[in-house]
C-alpha cells in the first residue's frame, strides 16, 4: 500500500487506498487471496513449492542489491558498521542469489522475474 501511494512501481496505484479506520489494504488482501488460490488449485506440490522459493530468493536478491545501491551512491543515511563490510560483496550476493534460482529451476525463475 504504502509502494503503491509513493508511486514507486508504475501500473500499481489501484492498491493505494485503504478502508476503514485503519486504513486497511484491503485490495492487496483480495490480491493475496487470489494469489494463493491459484497456488492452491495448481495442486502440484512441486511447482508451488519451487516458484515460492524462487520468490525468496528473489528477495533476498533484491535485499542485497538495495544495500549495493545505497553504498555506491553514498547515501547518507546509510553507514554500515560492520568492520569486513564491502559493498562489492553484496554485488556477489545478488549474483549467487540469481544463480541459485535459475539452478533450482530455470522455468520458475523465468516467471517470477516476470511477475
Not at 500500500?1 to 496505484?13: C, H, N, R, V
Not at 530468493?57 to 560492520?82: E, M, Q
Request: with cysteine.
Amino acid at each position: 500500500q504504502a509502494l503503491a501511494k509513493d508511486k514507486l512501481y508504475p501500473k500499481i496505484e489501484f492498491f493505494a487506498p485503504g478502508w476503514g479506520a485503519n486504513n486497511d489494504p484491503v485490495r492487496g488482501y483480495v490480491l493475496v487471496f487470489f494469489v494463493a488460490l491459484a497456488c492452491i488449485l495448481i495442486a502440484e506440490l512441486n511447482l508451488v513449492s519451487s516458484l515460492l522459493s524462487n520468490f525468496f530468493v528473489a528477495a533476498y536478491a533484491l535485499i542485497n542489491f538495495s544495500v549495493f545501491h545505497a553504498s555506491i551512491t553514498k547515501s547518507p543515511g546509510w553507514r554500515p558498521a560492520f568492520k569486513y563490510y564491502s559493498p562489492w560483496m553484496s554485488l556477489i550476493g545478488v549474483i549467487l542469489c540469481v544463480f541459485s534460482m535459475f539452478a533450482m529451476d530455470w522455468f520458475t525463475a523465468l516467471l517470477t522475474f516476470l511477475i
